[in-house]
C-alpha cells in the first residue's frame, strides 16, 4: 500500500506543469511561455526527488526523466539544460551510494531525451514517442540496475519491468496530451478573441466614417451655395452657417456614441478573457 501511494504522489508530481498552467493561465489573455515551463519544471523535479519512492533502502524512483522530456519539448534545449543542472547539484546535495550512478544514468539520459524530442516534434505519432520515451525511461536504469544489482531486480522483477514502465508511460502519455491540448485549446480562444476584436473595431471604424462622412457632406454643400451666390442675404447666409454647426455639434455627440460602443466591446473582451 505504501509503494501506491508513493507512485501516486509522483504521478500527481508529473502531472504538476498542467495542473499549475490550468490554474495560472485561466484567466489570462496570453499562452505560456519558457519561463513559466522553467519553473514548473524546477519545482516538479524537487518535489520528486524530494519524495521519492523506494522498495528498498538506497535505490529510489522518481519522475525526474518524464519532467525532463517535458521540459525539452515546451521549453527547448537551454531548458533542459538547466533542468539538468538542477538535478546535478540537487543529487548532489542529497548525496547516498547511488549519486555516481544517478550521474552517470543522467548523462546518458539527457542525449536520449533530446533525440526523442526531436523525433516528437517531427513525427505526425508524437504520443506513440511519448509511451517510447516512458518505456526508455524505465529499461535504461532497469539494465544499468541490473549490472551493479541482480539480486535486487530479481527481488522486484515484477516492480521493475510492469508497474514502473507502465507508470512512467502514463506519467508521460498524459501530461504531454493534457498540456499541449490545453495550449492549443489555449491558443485558439486567443485567436478567436483577436479576430472578434478585429471585427468589432472594423465595424466601429465603418460607423465613425458614416457618422463623420454625413455632417461633412452637409457642410460641403453650403460651403458651396455660399462661395457660388455671391449676393446671398445675410439672413440666408447665418441660416446656412446655423445648419452647418448644428451638423458639427451632432457629428461630436455620435463620436461619443462611437467611443461608448467601443468601451463596450472592450467590456465584453474582458469578461470573455474571465471566463474559467
Do not use: W
Not at 198 to 225: C, M, Y
Amino acid at each position: 500500500m505504501a509503494q501506491i501511494k508513493d507512485l501516486l504522489l509522483q504521478l500527481f508530481f508529473s502531472l504538476m506543469p498542467f495542473v499549475l498552467y490550468s490554474f495560472y493561465y485561466r484567466d489570462r489573455d496570453t499562452n505560456y511561455t519558457k519561463k513559466f515551463i522553467l519553473i514548473t519544471s524546477m519545482i516538479c523535479l524537487f518535489l520528486s526527488m524530494t519524495f521519492a519512492s523506494s522498495v528498498e533502502k538506497g535505490i529510489q524512483f522518481d519522475v525526474r526523466y518524464v519532467i525532463l522530456f517535458f521540459a525539452l519539448v515546451f521549453g527547448g534545449f537551454r531548458i533542459g539544460l538547466l533542468l539538468m543542472l538542477e538535478f546535478v547539484l540537487y543529487r548532489l546535495y542529497l548525496g547516498g551510494p547511488g549519486t555516481s550512478s544517478a550521474m552517470g544514468m543522467m548523462m546518458v539520459m539527457f542525449p536520449l531525451s533530446v533525440l526523442l524530442c526531436s523525433v516528437y516534434h517531427r513525427t505526425s505519432q508524437k504520443y506513440l514517442v511519448a509511451v517510447m520515451a516512458g518505456l526508455c525511461y524505465s529499461f535504461f536504469p532497469l539494465l544499468l540496475l541490473y549490472i551493479n544489482r541482480p539480486d535486487y531486480i530479481l527481488v522486484h522483477l515484477t516492480y521493475h519491468i510492469l508497474i514502473i514502465p507502465v507508470h512512467n508511460s502514463v506519467g508521460v502519455l498524459l501530461l504531454i496530451y493534457l498540456f499541449e491540448k490545453s495550449a492549443t485549446d489555449k491558443d485558439m480562444y486567443l485567436r478567436y478573441l483577436q479576430s472578434e476584436k478585429i471585427e468589432a473595431v472594423g465595424q466601429v471604424a465603418a460607423s465613425l466614417v458614416h457618422e463623420v462622412r454625413n455632417p461633412l457632406t452637409t457642410v460641403l454643400g453650403f460651403l458651396k451655395l455660399i462661395r457660388q451666390d455671391q449676393a446671398m442675404p445675410p439672413e440666408k447666409l447665418h441660416r446656412f452657417i446655423d445648419i452647418s454647426i448644428e451638423e458639427v455639434k451632432r457629428n461630436g455627440s455620435d463620436s461619443v456614441g462611437v467611443f461608448i460602443h467601443v468601451q463596450a466591446f472592450n467590456a465584453k473582451a474582458r469578461s470573455h478573457r474571465s471566463r474559467p
